[in-house]
């Protein structure tokens, strides 16, 4: 009996790897969906949309891949997204903010693409929002001022919301990053705990980089992120004036600074200067 019982055990365990090896093979992954996992105590969710029904932009994947590798090889674990529809966006946006943002320290939100403000408010483009249609717009889109407001509420920790997106009145699409009006946070929406940054001032347009693989943002941004020691208020004014010098003066950043406390770095310098540090959660 106990030989019988070994030999049953033994065909039973293999059956269940057997199974189980089976699923894993013939498990879907998330289409669009590149997880990069370094489990430390800040995270990144970066979000590059240019495949749109009502035309393409150039490179917002690109930038994004760009973007997520940058903070990736400093310990930041991201999630990325590329050519998301509304559905995917809301939820993947959603599970960013439960299961990792309100357990950070320091949290970046990066979108590249379209985003258009409407009767006062900030909304992210989905590839498969109709903006034909204006009405249409805050049942189709993500709305960039509750995700703002949320992070505000978490009270510990920091936010950083990069926007790699045009601020015009109107824009022809495939030329530019925002088909309508000015993405904006007025005076009494001001965060509290969270740094906005925008590729562009208020109506003006944010270059896609057509002749080359990034935008000039997101590229020039790339280049200061890595810099040790270099806090992030400091990063921006720089990122500011290196925009504005290599455009010619045609686009200005600008950014909307609410962070609280010590000084962050996206990278420790040598010293570790400007560190930053964990929280507990309880």
Partial sequence: MRQFSLKTNIIVVLVLVFNLSATAIHAKKPENHHPINIPLNRVALVIGNGQYNTGNLKNPENDAHLMANTLASLGFEVDYYTNLDQKSMVQHVFDFYHHKASKSALRVIYYAGHGVQYEGRNYLIPIDTNVAVPSEIPNTSFMLDELRSN????????????????RVTLCPFGKCRNPMSSLAISKERRSSGTLIA????????????QQAEHSLYTQILTELIPIPGLPVEKLFRRLTEEVFQRSGGSQKPEFVDGLMGDEICFSSGVSEECPVKKLSFN
């Fill in 151 to 166: 992070l505000d509420a978490l009270k510990q920790g920091a936010s950083i919301i990069i926007l790699d997106t045009c």
């Fill in 198 to 209: 925008y590729s562009t001032g208020p109506g003006l347009p944010a270059s896609d980089g």
